[in-house]
């Protein structure tokens, strides 16, 4: 039953049958079907990468769909096959991005893929809307990474004035902060060292 | 120290702010040809663009709905948002709209008919 995935044979996929695309064939699963299982769990047992041909490479459904989820409004709902289908849709976007940046890469004899042929991939594909944030949140990854490597760890307890919350990262920051030429202006004090002081209930950052 | 704390720590450390996993991305980087190496920066980009680009193609194919009494997104969504856009035109071909088999069949039957008629 292995090798090709992308069989139009009704009885493989176990479905009733009840769609078909346009000119394509694609045997789609009737809506009250329990539906093939079989495309996107490929999160374990990766073993044997040779038999996992590109279009078979998805990211995890359920963290996809939480993206969905959190993107539309509260009262909406995703249905089962949108979610496998933007799973795919994914792996395509992924692979769209990454050719047309090697494409780049080559043309300049470079053999590592570095951040800026990402991002000019995505301005020359139609993305160039990500362009701006992505830079942003790269920014704070660097941070992010810098943090953890060689400074003490930050020990946070209920004595510090100010709480690390997601907001403090999901916030865009203020444009005056981050300079996109690379230089970090360390404005979060609070990544600095910090020894836990026994008896010391309160301490202000300014 | 004490659980709290713990989980206080992990959520500082936590920080990169990324919820798809780098290291499946970077698999489905590698499976485009001729692509040999992707460095740190490359990888944390894709996988974030990867995340605008759900939200982007969710909220855009909900918005541009079927939007009558269903407030699902539902696979038409998508293959609509895919013909319309111009952002989305690539995945077209993995978006076919779909369409009813009896549908499918019928316009055969025609076809035929028409080709006998000739």
Same mark, same amino acid.
């Given at each position: 039953?292995?090798?090709?995935?992308s069989t139009?044979?009704?009885?493989?996929?176990g479905?009733?049958?009840?769609y078909?695309?346009?000119?394509h064939?694609? *045997?789609?699963?009737a809506?009250?079907?329990e539906?093939?299982e079989? *495309?996107?769990?490929?999160?374990?047992?990766n073993? /044997?990468?040779?038999n996992l041909?590109?279009q078979d490479i998805?990211l995890p459904?359920?963290?996809?769909?939480?993206?969905m989820k959190?993107?539309?409004?509260?009262t909406?709902?995703i249905?089962?096959?949108?979610?496998?289908?933007?799973q795919?849709c994914v792996?395509e976007?992924i692979?769209?991005?990454?050719?047309e940046?090697s494409?780049?890469c080559h043309?300049?004899?470079?053999?590592t893929?570095?951040?800026?042929?990402i =991002?000019?991939?995505m /301005?020359?594909?139609?993305?160039?809307? $990500?362009?701006?944030? =992505?830079?942003l $949140?790269?920014?704070?990854f660097?941070?992010?990474?810098?943090?953890?490597k060689?400074?003490?760890? @930050?020990? #946070?307890?209920?004595?510090?004035g100010?709480? +690390?919350t997601d907001?403090?990262?999901?916030? !865009? +920051? !203020?444009?005056?902060?981050i300079t996109?030429?690379?230089?970090?202006?360390? @404005?979060? #004090?609070y990544?600095?060292?910090?020894?836990?002081?026994?008896? @010391?209930?309160?301490?202000?950052? %300014? | 120290?004490?659980a709290?704390?713990?989980?206080? #720590? &992990?959520?500082?450390?936590?920080?990169?702010?990324?919820?798809? !996993?780098?290291?499946r991305?970077?698999?489905?980087?590698? %499976?485009s !040809?001729?692509? /040999?190496?992707?460095?740190?920066?490359?990888l944390?980009?894709?996988?974030?663009?990867t995340?605008l680009?759900?939200?982007?193609?969710?909220?855009?194919s $909900?918005k541009?709905?079927?939007?009558?009494?269903t407030?699902?997104l %539902?696979y038409?969504?998508l293959a609509?948002?895919? &013909?319309e856009?111009?952002?989305?035109?690539?995945?077209?071909?993995i978006?076919p709209?779909?369409i009813l088999?009896?549908?499918y069949?019928?316009? +055969?039957?025609?076809m035929?008919k028409?080709?006998?008629?000739l």
């Amino acid at each position: 039953m292995d090798g090709d995935s992308s069989t139009t044979d009704a009885s493989q996929l176990g479905i009733t049958g009840e769609y078909m695309a346009g000119s394509h064939f694609v *045997l789609a699963q009737a809506p009250e079907d329990e539906g093939d299982e079989g *495309l996107d769990d490929h999160e374990d047992g990766n073993g /044997s990468k040779d038999n996992l041909r590109e279009q078979d490479i998805y990211l995890p459904i359920a963290n996809v769909a939480r993206i969905m989820k959190n993107a539309i409004p509260q009262t909406g709902k995703i249905a089962k096959d949108a979610k496998e289908c933007v799973q795919e849709c994914v792996s395509e976007f992924i692979s769209f991005i990454t050719s047309e940046a090697s494409e780049r890469c080559h043309q300049e004899k470079r053999k590592t893929i570095n951040g800026e042929d990402i =991002l000019f991939a995505m /301005s020359t594909l139609g993305f160039d809307m $990500y362009v701006e944030p =992505l830079k942003l $949140y790269l920014q704070k990854f660097r941070e992010a990474m810098k943090g953890e490597k060689g400074i003490n760890t @930050v020990t #946070v307890t209920e004595g510090m004035g100010e709480e +690390l919350t997601d907001e403090t990262f999901t916030n !865009p +920051l !203020p444009a005056g902060i981050i300079t996109a030429d690379g230089q970090q202006q360390n @404005v979060m #004090v609070y990544t600095t060292s910090y020894q836990q002081i026994p008896g @010391v209930q309160q301490l202000q950052f %300014s | 120290m004490s659980a709290k704390n713990m989980e206080k #720590v &992990e959520q500082a450390t936590n920080r990169k702010n990324i919820s798809l !996993p780098m290291s499946r991305v970077r698999l489905i980087m590698k %499976s485009s !040809p001729d692509v /040999s190496c992707i460095n740190q920066d490359a990888l944390f980009l894709t996988t974030k663009a990867t995340e605008l680009f759900v939200q982007h193609l969710a909220l855009s194919s $909900y918005k541009n709905g079927s939007g009558k009494e269903t407030n699902t997104l %539902s696979y038409s969504d998508l293959a609509n948002a895919a &013909e319309e856009s111009e952002t989305f035109q690539f995945l077209t071909d993995i978006l076919p709209k779909k369409i009813l088999a009896r549908e499918y069949l019928k316009s +055969l039957e025609e076809m035929e008919k028409d080709a006998d008629n000739l």
